[in-house]
């Protein structure tokens, strides 16, 4: 199993998550960050590390989210690796509350 980034972290990339993990399986776009599932060693690490609960084990992906699933497999191929942690997205704190942001997503 490996874990998934969803849409809360769309338009505010908190990295918060990527200063913890073990084997750099996160990777970053403009607006938004993904999970590479075949480097994910699902140790747990960032899930709770995501001050807006943007990460979950892929079996626990909301229904209305499973999308993302693919699109973090397809966007990691794309995207590269992020390894250390960053600011967030200038307007990150307005943006986290706000719901449905895939129409957002910069690939």
């Known amino acids: 199993m490996t874990f998934v980034v969803t849409d809360e972290c769309i338009r505010c990339k908190y990295t918060d998550c990527v200063e913890v993990c073990p084997v750099d399986c996160f990777h970053e776009g403009p607006n938004f960050l993904v999970i590479d599932p075949d480097e994910c060693i699902d140790c747990t690490l960032c899930e709770p590390e995501c001050p807006i609960e943007a990460i979950h084990a892929?079996?626990?992906?909301?229904?209305?989210?499973l999308a993302f699933i693919k699109i973090n497999a397809d966007l990691a191929q794309l995207w590269p690796v992020i390894s250390e942690q960053k600011d967030a997205l200038p307007e990150a704190d307005?943006?986290?509350?706000?719901k449905d942001k895939l129409q957002y997503l910069e690939r």
């Open 58 to 65: 892929e079996d626990d992906v909301p229904d209305h989210q």
């Open 94 to 98: 307005e943006w986290a509350a706000v």
